[in-house]
């Protein structure tokens, strides 16, 4: 599975961006797909996950203004991020694995990411 993220860019406090990530190689529908972050000189780290049944977790970070979601049709995964802030700032990564997990070791697959800046 080969994965590419994109939608990422400057943006002010409380603007919105929405992610995507595409899938080619092979159908994502039968895989967890998760969104992860990685800001400068920090870990990466969970933000959002949607099963393939489409059951969906979020980090508390994310909670209420992250969505995340998908469209197998297109076998493109979501992630829409409402009011940002600036401590969203960071390289965002789409990745693909066997269940959700806010574990980044246990996803099998990743994007190269897209980088999100959040000014104040």
């Known amino acids: 599975v080969q994965l590419q993220a994109s939608g990422g860019g400057s943006v002010q406090t409380g603007d919105s961006l929405r992610l995507s990530c595409a899938a080619s190689?092979?159908?994502?529908?039968?895989?967890?797909l998760g969104w992860l972050r990685q800001a400068p000189g920090k870990a990466r780290q969970f933000v959002a996950c949607?099963?393939?049944?489409?059951?969906?977790t979020y980090a508390d970070s994310a909670k209420g203004r992250f969505t995340i979601s998908r469209d197998n049709s297109q076998n493109t995964v979501y992630l829409q991020m409402n009011s940002l802030k600036p401590e969203d700032t960071a390289v965002y990564f789409c990745?693909?694995?066997?269940?959700?997990?806010?574990?980044?070791?246990?996803?099998?697959?990743w994007g190269r990411g897209t980088l999100v800046t959040v000014s104040s």
């Open positions: 990745a693909a694995g066997t269940s959700c997990t806010p574990l980044p070791s246990y996803y099998g697959y």
């Open positions: 190689g092979r159908t994502l529908s039968s895989y967890a």
């Open positions: 949607i099963a393939s049944g489409y059951t969906t």
